[in-house]
């Protein structure tokens, strides 16, 4: 028993947390969640709804209230188990916001001031460009240092976010010695980049303005396989990989990640049928692979006392890791202590 105990706290950790700013898309399933229940398997996983990082933008308190409790229902309807890894909300472990302005003092507004995000999201809610738009970041590093995390899962567009998170690390480690593990970015083995169906050149997104684009993972069967058949192809009704198909390429991506086809498998399996076929297999595909995230999904959402309890669980968890590293920092920085 001791041994395993060893071996367990040996593993690195992972986080990773999303925001409840809407249902996630089959993009971010195929991409990233997917394969979260099997991280959990090779690491020491903190998986987290991040509420307080959604109202940089204004939000609707009971939409709020609702799709925090959806996604944290929906984390667990993925496969992840609330006794392996910890999956809790972030707005109920408040040393997240205490370590967020204490990096804060420890983050140059220069710094702040280059990160992509900030200018865009500026410039699409130019009437509310707040300090907590600005600061972003610091929290986002709070996240992940406070818990030691040695490694955080990433795409393209936080990569920029870990480099400064490493940045504030390393500057409060070279003044009061090593506070903080420097954590390291990670590229998944598997996944995909999952287009939008109406517009395959840009990047499935909860935000994007047609709804025809997004397939959600609380889609109906039905709303599922009207999307895949409406998707945006091409004229030369051959499925095929290939420069300039992006409408298709983007169906084989999808096609492939859930049934394990190769695309050349894919080709030979439709060669001289059309596009409508192709599109069919895909849809029915995509609904068989979420039947069972949204059956598990639906049970757990309604069983208000099992979810509480698993929030409660998971914050309590989080908030004992945390703490340990807040009062590390807060000790060092110069505070009294308790």
């Known amino acids: 028993m001791q041994e395993n105990n060893i071996q367990q706290e040996k593993r690195k950790r992972s986080l990773s947390l999303i925001q409840p700013t809407s249902v996630p898309t089959l993009g971010n399933y195929l991409g990233a969640m997917k394969g979260w229940p ?3 398997q090779e690491f020491d996983t903190v998986y987290g709804v991040a509420d307080l990082h959604s109202i940089t933008v204004r939000q609707e308190p009971q939409q709020l209230r609702r799709q925090t409790n959806e996604l944290f229902a929906m984390l667990l309807a993925l496969g992840l188990d609330p006794e392996k890894g910890i999956v809790f909300v972030q707005s109920q472990v408040p040393t997240h ?3 967020a302005w204490l990096l804060n003092c420890y983050t140059q507004f220069g710094e702040l001031s280059r990160m992509t995000q900030f200018k865009d999201k500026s410039l699409q809610h130019s009437d509310n460009v707040n300090a907590g738009l600005f600061t972003y970041p610091c929290l986002m590093a709070a996240d992940i240092l406070l818990y ?13 976010h870990l480099e400064i998170t490493r940045d504030i690390a390393e500057r409060f480690n070279g003044i009061y ?4 593990t420097v954590p390291e970015p990670y590229i998944p083995k598997s996944g995909a980049r999952v287009m939008s169906l109406q517009n395959p050149t840009a990047k499935m997104s909860k935000s994007d303005p047609n709804p025809k684009g997004v397939v959600y993972l ?3 069967p039905e709303t599922i396989m009207k999307k895949f058949k409406s998707a945006v192809t091409d004229s030369e009704m051959s499925v095929r990989y290939a420069d300039g198909k992006d409408g298709i390429n983007n169906l084989m991506t999808i096609y492939s990640v859930i049934t394990g086809d190769s695309f050349e ?17 895909v849809g029915e595909a995509v609904v068989e692979e979420l039947r069972p995230v949204q059956e598990r999904f639906n049970q757990f959402i309604g069983d208000k006392a099992y979810l509480e309890e698993c929030r409660k669980m998971g ?3 989080a908030m004992r890791i945390s703490s340990r590293t807040l009062d590390k920092a807060m000790k060092k920085i110069g505070f009294l202590q308790k």
């Open 38 to 40: 099997s991280f959990q």
């Open 97 to 99: 916001a205490q370590l």
């Open 148 to 160: 030691q995390a040695d490694i955080v899962p990433v795409g393209a567009d936080q990569k920029q």
């Open 177 to 180: 010695s090593n506070v903080f």
């Open 218 to 220: 609380t889609d109906a």
């Open 265 to 281: 498998k894919i080709e030979a399996d439709f060669a001289g049928r059309g596009y409508g076929d192709f599109k069919k297999a």
């Open 315 to 317: 914050a309590e968890r």
